[in-house]
C-alpha cells in the first residue's frame, strides 16, 4: 500500500485511484495441503459444477423469467469481488465440514456471495416427500444491515425482497413460505430457536460479523455447537472480518478456515501547513471540499 502527502488547500481535488489486485488466496486446513487435493477433487467437481451450471443459467431457477438487464449488471461487478475467485475452495470446504470459519476482509463480499452459494447448496440437497426444503439463515449483529444486505442480495438474485430472499428483524418479518434466504439479527434466530431447538428449517446457518461478540452471537455458537451434535447434516459458517480466527476454529473443535483478503486502495495524506484552532470547523470545511471536488466514475459529487 503507498502513500503520498499533499497540501491540504481550498478547492483541492483528488483523482479516484484503482483497486489493488487482491493478495493470492490462503487457505488453512491444518496442513500445508492445497483445498483441493487430487484424491477428493473429482467428486467434489461434480458437484461444484451442478451449482455453476444452475448459477450460468439464463432464466432466473426462482422466477423461471429471463434475467434482467439490473441483473447482468451487478454480476459483472460481483465478479470482480475479491471473494469471487474462492467460489470452488469454500464449496469444497461446504463439502468437507460441518463447521467452517472464514475470515474475510471488509469489503471482500463475503456477506453477500457466500449465504448465496449456500443457497446453491442447499438447492443440491435432496428432499423427502412432503418434506418442505430447508433454507440459510445469514445472521447480523444489526437491523439495518440485515434490511440492506437482504435488499442487496433480491436484486443480485433478481426477486423481490419478502420472496426468496427476506429478511427478519425485532417487530419486522418480511419472508413468506418461498424464502430460502433469509437475514436476520441474532436476537431473532434465537427467538426462533426457542420454537425450533434443533433448527430443522435450516440447512445452512452463518453467523456473520462474529469478531463482534455480542451477547446474543456468543450465546448463538453454544446453541449452534450443541445442535451440531445432533444434527450431522446442519452446516455451520462462523465469519469475521479479523484475522483472530484461533478462537473460533478451536471452539468449533479445529475447524478449517478459509482466508479472503479484502480491496487495497492507495492512501493520500492531505495535512494543513499549521494547526487548527477549531477541529470541528476544519472537518466540516474539508468535507466539504471534497464533497465538491472528488469525481466518481467521471461524474462530479453534488
Not at 439490473?70 to 470446504?93: C, D, G, I, N
Not at 470459519?101 to 457466500?114: R, W
Not at 483478503?261 to 487548527?276: A, K, L, M
Amino acid at each position: 500500500m503507498s502513500s503520498r502527502k499533499q497540501r491540504l488547500d481550498v478547492g483541492f481535488s483528488s483523482s479516484s485511484s484503482e483497486p489493488h489486485k487482491p493478495r493470492k488466496r490462503r487457505f488453512d486446513d491444518g496442513s500445508d495441503t492445497d483445498y483441493f487435493n487430487n484424491s477428493n477433487k473429482s467428486k467434489d467437481s461434480n458437484k461444484i459444477s451442478q451449482f455453476n451450471e444452475t448459477s450460468n443459467s439464463n432464466i432466473n431457477r426462482f422466477t423461471m423469467q429471463p434475467y434482467s438487464h439490473q441483473y447482468h449488471e451487478l454480476y459483472k461487478k460481483r465478479r470482480q469481488l475479491p471473494v469471487w475467485e474462492y467460489k470452488e475452495a469454500f464449496m469444497s470446504t461446504l463439502h468437507k465440514n460441518q463447521v467452517t470459519v472464514l475470515v474475510g476482509e471488509t469489503g471482500s463480499g463475503k456477506t453477500t456471495q457466500i449465504p448465496q452459494w449456500c443457497v446453491d447448496f442447499a438447492l443440491l440437497l435432496p428432499t423427502s416427500n412432503g418434506q418442505k426444503r430447508r433454507g440459510v439463515a445469514c445472521t447480523q449483529p444489526r437491523r439495518v444491515a440485515a434490511m440492506s444486505v437482504a435488499q442487496r442480495v433480491a436484486n443480485e438474485i433478481d426477486v423481490s425482497l419478502g420472496q426468496e430472499v427476506g429478511y427478519s428483524i425485532r417487530f419486522e418479518d418480511c419472508s413468506s413460505s418461498k424464502t430460502i434466504l433469509k437475514y436476520m439479527t441474532d436476537g431473532m434466530l434465537l427467538r426462533e430457536a426457542m420454537s425450533d431447538p434443533l433448527l430443522e428449517s435450516y440447512a445452512c446457518v452463518l453467523l456473520d460479523e462474529a469478531h463482534e461478540r455480542t451477547l446474543a452471537t456468543d450465546i448463538l455458537m453454544g446453541l449452534l455447537k450443541e445442535v451440531a451434535k445432533q444434527r450431522s447434516d446442519l452446516k455451520i459458517i462462523v465469519m469475521s472480518a479479523t484475522l483472530d480466527a484461533g478462537k473460533f476454529q478451536d471452539y468449533f473443535d479445529k475447524a478449517p478456515l478459509l482466508t479472503i483478503p479484502g480491496r487495497t486502495f492507495p492512501v493520500e495524506i492531505f495535512y494543513t501547513p499549521e494547526p487548527e484552532r477549531d477541529y470541528l470547523e476544519a472537518a466540516i470545511r474539508t468535507t466539504v471540499q471534497i464533497h465538491m471536488s472528488e469525481e466518481l466514475e467521471g461524474m462530479k459529487l453534488n
